[in-house]
T-cell receptor, first 117, second 117 residues
Framework: NAGVMQNPRHLVRRRGQEARLRCSPM?????VYWYRQLPEEGLKFMVY????????ESGMPKERFSAEFPKEGPSILRIQQVVRGDSAAYFC???????????????FGPGTRLTVL | AQKITQTQPGMFVQEKEAVTLDCTYD???????LFWYKQPSSGEMIFLIY??????QNATEGRYSLNFQKARKSANLVISASQLGDSAMYFC??????????????FGEGTQLTVNP
């Protein structure tokens, strides 16, 4: 029973390049959340998606960032023309359609550490 | 205004003693959930404990208990019999709305706990 998978675990990009982060939710989960953790800070919500729909993108920067969760395949967080300030850990979490109320509602992946040189 | 406040950037405790990590929250939603996560130096997010706003009793999970004081809007984490492996960053988080609606988590800035031998 695989958990939430993220790849790559570490990604190095030069300024101006594109970064693509992938998240495969747990089996049977149809909700995906992306969070960003800057150094020495807590996680900040970016976007919430269901299959083929963006439900809440209020935490996404207005430019260069986009996310998708297609009908087939993983969710993708895409950062175009990366800058040094994009260096952070990016976490994906998934949840089932109906959470059980036990609190273990969002299962986190191991994160992708993005370093922009 | 901060939705989740963790006032202790760092805490120290002797092995085998108990420690309380503070968390206060701010919401006008009558339905919400409070979470604690542990983030060791390896970086993954580990779910520890959950308290629903309508739960009558304080949540407990092994050595972890949540001191939920609704009127004060506080949800402090108590770790009993601290172990060296408890040394990590601890995050308090809140989900507003019912768990069945699917909703993002808002995190505090975290408390770095160090357990001394």
């Amino acid at each position: 029973n695989a958990g939430v998978m993220q790849n790559p675990r570490h990604l190095v990009r030069r300024r101006g390049q594109e970064a693509r982060l992938r998240c495969s939710p747990m089996k049977g989960h149809s909700h995906v959340y992306w969070y960003r953790q800057l150094p020495e800070e807590g996680l900040k919500f970016m976007v919430y998606l269901q299959k083929e729909n963006i439900i809440d993108e209020s935490g996404m920067p207005k430019e260069r960032f986009s996310a998708e969760f297609p009908k087939e395949g993983p969710s993708i967080l895409r950062i175009q023309q990366v800058v040094r300030g994009d260096s952070a850990a990016y976490f994906c979490a998934s949840s089932p359609r109906r959470a059980q109320g036990s609190g273990n509602e969002q299962f986190f992946g191991p994160g992708t550490r993005l370093t922009v040189l | 205004a901060q939705k989740i406040t963790q006032t202790q950037p760092g805490m120290f405790v002797q092995e085998k003693e108990a420690v309380t990590l503070d968390c206060t929250y701010d919401t006008s939603d009558p339905s919400y959930g409070l979470f604690w996560y542990k983030q060791p130096s390896s970086g993954e997010m580990i779910f520890l404990i959950y308290q629903g706003s309508y739960d009558q009793q304080n949540a407990t999970e092994g050595r972890y208990s949540l001191n939920f004081q609704k009127a004060r809007k506080s949800a402090n984490l108590v770790i009993s019999a601290s172990q060296l492996g408890d040394s990590a960053m601890y995050f308090c988080a809140m989900r507003e709305g019912r768990e069945t609606s699917g909703s993002r988590l808002t995190f505090g800035e975290g408390t770095q706990l160090t357990v001394n031998p």
